[in-house]
């Protein structure tokens, strides 16, 4: 088959959403995995030129019977897979005194054992490709505290996970890659219950532009430019990277004055 296969978790929503189209834009098949039907409408809704071009599976990637179903649905089509990209994630607040334990519980689950699984089920259709690409959506929480306690454990072991991955997967070929987002505008926040209303998240998305070397937060599709070079062939030497995409904010420091929001 001359078309390369994609898995992206969360494919229906904000980053996963605009990788998808991107993969099926170059003309190759993309397949997203994710939990709820509503949200695969809305996306539906909003892009319609993807019906048809993707493939919507619903499935949780933290549950193996999910994993499982996944991997005889690709077998029995495709046979083998070029990559795959852990892109679905959970957002949840707090600190060490807030956060309750089952917060923290499904955020490590969803984030970080969910990619485990998800990698593991699928090996055998990776190895089958002769040379693939793993790339692991993490965050910028995962190098510096932020967000939420469990949020940002959940991404730095993600990374210690792309790393292990890297060292285990080379000598198949699999290349393994974490890319480290900085403030991203998609439904995550409002989908996850971090702002009670757009109001608050919109002031909040304000305030952060500043904080940001270049002047603005991200789109879906800065993010997704760098997937889609780690997925290609051109990146074929690369492996282990942890890659921060994010305006630059992991180097703003007090010395570089916050920048005001563009005027044009
Ligand atoms: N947006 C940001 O500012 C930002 C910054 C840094 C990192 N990131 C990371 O980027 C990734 C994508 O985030 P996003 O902002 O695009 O979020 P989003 O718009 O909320 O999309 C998340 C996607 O993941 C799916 N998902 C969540 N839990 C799942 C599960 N257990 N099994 C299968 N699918 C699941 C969601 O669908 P269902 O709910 O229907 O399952 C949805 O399709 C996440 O890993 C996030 O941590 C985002």
């Given at each position: 088959m001359d078309k390369k296969v994609y898995l992206v978790s969360g494919g229906s929503s904000g980053i996963g959403l605009q990788i998808l189209r991107d993969i099926t834009d170059q003309g190759n098949i993309a397949i997203s995995l994710s939990r709820n039907k509503e949200k695969v409408e809305r996306a539906l809704k909003q892009f319609p030129d993807l019906e048809g071009r993707a493939d919507f599976i619903l499935g949780d990637i933290s549950n193996t019977t999910d994993?499982?179903?996944?991997?005889?649905?690709?077998?029995?089509?495709?046979?083998?897979?070029?990559?795959?990209?852990?892109?679905?994630?959970?957002?949840?607040?707090?600190?060490?005194?807030?956060?309750?334990?089952?917060?923290?519980k499904f955020t490590l689950d969803v984030n970080l054992t969910g990619p485990y699984i998800l990698t593991k089920a699928l090996l055998p259709l990776l190895k089958n490709a002769g040379g693939a690409s793993i790339v692991n959506i993490s965050s910028v929480a995962g190098l510096k505290p932020g967000t939420g306690i469990a949020y940002s454990v959940s991404k730095a072991g993600l990374d210690m996970l792309t790393r292990f991955l890297a060292g285990d997967l080379g000598p198949y070929n699999i290349r393994v890659n974490s890319v480290n987002p900085g403030l991203v505008r998609t439904n995550i926040h409002l989908d996850n219950k971090i702002f009670d209303d757009r109001d608050s998240y919109e002031k909040m998305l304000g305030k952060a532009s500043p904080r940001y070397p270049l002047g603005r937060i991200g789109e879906a599709d800065d993010i997704s430019s760098m997937v889609l070079f780690?997925?290609?062939?051109?990146?074929?030497?690369?492996?282990?990277?942890?890659?921060?995409?994010?305006?630059?904010?992991?180097?703003?420091?007090?010395?570089?004055?916050?920048k005001q929001p563009t005027s044009s």
């Open positions: 994993a499982e179903k996944i991997l005889n649905y690709l077998e029995s089509r495709y046979g083998s897979l070029n990559g795959l990209v852990n892109n679905a994630g959970v957002l949840t607040k707090g600190t060490i005194e807030t956060v309750s334990t089952d917060d923290w780690l997925l290609s062939e051109q990146a074929s030497w690369i492996t282990g990277s942890i890659i921060p995409v994010d305006g630059g904010v992991m180097v703003e420091n007090d010395l570089i004055p916050p």
